[in-house]
């Protein structure tokens, strides 16, 4: 997969690769530990703008961010892949992983928008809560699907269900522990 390929220009995947970013892109050629390398780059960087869409104040409209967030990390991995990316199949399969999860992580995921409505620590507890759980939520399905693009998968091939135990586990190491980025 080229640079231009992946939608960035060499002179991008060539800064991005020096500063560590998950933006970079890997040429035809490139051994599967450089692509797997680049996708948990990938599930680096956008676990990070998880935290981030996690911060926003406002019910809801945060976990939409997050989703976002998760559909354009599956976007970039779908081309370091060479898989067909439909955003709407995309939207449904995170949708159903991550809320189909065992009720700790969609409780994680609520907890957030409903502590913020307590008058006076709310919004600053809601602030803690969010995007933590937003970007232990993005890490654990950057992973997930990494595993399963590495085996040849595909969107369609994917099974929510068959992985749901998986990614209950990935995210409850990412919330008990913060992502370092040297372990990922």
Do not use: C
């Not at 990390?73 to 189909?100: C, I, Q, T, W």
Request: glycine share 12%; charged share 15%; aromatic share 8%.
């Amino acid at each position: 997969m080229s640079a231009d390929e992946i939608g960035i220009n060499r002179s991008e995947a060539a800064s991005a690769s020096a500063d560590g970013t998950a933006e970079a892109a890997i040429a035809p050629g490139d051994s599967q530990l450089d692509r797997e390398r680049l996708a948990r780059d990938l599930v680096k960087y956008y676990s990070a703008w998880s935290f981030g869409a996690g911060i926003v104040p406002v019910p809801i409209v945060d976990m939409l961010m997050v989703m976002g967030v998760q559909v354009q990390m599956l976007r970039k991995m779908s081309d370091v892949y060479g898989v067909p990316f439909s955003e709407h199949v995309a939207r449904n399969l995170v949708g159903a992983l991550v809320g189909g999860a065992a009720s700790e992580v969609v409780a994680g995921g609520l907890l957030g928008p409903v502590v913020r409505l307590i008058p006076g620590v709310g919004t600053f507890l809601g602030a803690l809560t969010m995007p933590a759980v937003a970007a232990a939520s993005t890490y654990a399905v950057g992973l997930v699907f990494l595993q399963h693009f590495e085996s040849g998968g595909t969107f369609l091939t994917f099974r929510p269900g068959q992985v749901r135990e998986h990614f209950r586990k990935i995210f409850e190491g990412a919330r008990a522990a913060p992502l370092d980025p040297a372990k990922a």
